[in-house]
Nanobody, 121 residues
């Protein structure tokens, strides 16, 4: 099996910073891309940022310049550094990975359980 375990969420004041981490574990041959999504109450889940195995990144427009995604391939871990946080960033943040479990196998998508970020004004 594969597990994605997020950590680092919590309560922060507007203007503050926080780092989220997500570690993938289990039977993993390779991870093609990892990313972060978020879902606020009453809203659809939306992309925050993604990073490929080679380090290419893409961000949602509202996060550009404030959030930075990075990964440690040796640790199968992805990070999200968030700065200048706003109350509208309040959401559950989910880790996502597109990975192959065995050589020659298919690519599958996995999700973490989510971690809550609350930004107070």
């Amino acid at each position: 099996q594969v597990q994605l375990v997020e950590s680092g969420g919590g309560l922060v004041q507007a203007g503050g910073s926080l780092r989220l981490s997500c570690a993938a574990s289990g039977t993993i041959f390779s991870i093609n891309s990892m990313g972060w999504y978020r879902q606020a109450p009453g809203k659809q889940r939306e992309l925050v940022a993604r990073i490929s195995s080679g380090g290419s990144t893409n961000y949602a427009d509202s996060m550009k310049g404030r959030f930075t995604i990075s990964r440690d391939n040796a640790k199968n871990t992805v990070y999200l550094d968030m700065n200048s946080l706003k109350p509208e960033d309040t959401a559950v943040y989910y880790c996502n990975a597109l990975l192959i479990r065995v050589a020659g196998g298919y690519q599958y998508q996995y999700w973490g359980q989510g971690t809550q970020l609350t930004v107070s004004s």
